[in-house]
């Protein structure tokens, strides 16, 4: 029987300055069943190339306008 995955989901918005700190705690979990996934609304910080650096350990979906619950969903 396998473990169950986990899914850790990230929610951001222009906050590029602490997101790759937050990537790495989550990248960091003894639990070895987890996915991260990072949802990126309209970012223009930098937030985009950050995660284009993070592809290959991070789901990444966008959301198109800033708005919280329709980046939740």
Known sequence: MTAPTVSIVINTYNRAHCLEK??????DQAYPHFEIAVV???STDGTA???GRWA???KVQIC???NLSMSRN
């Open 22 to 27: 937050a990537l790495k705690a989550a990248s």
């Open 49 to 51: 190339d950050l995660l």
């Open 56 to 58: 290959s350990r991070v």
């Open 64 to 66: 198109p306008e800033a």
């Open 40 to 42: 990126n609304g309209p």
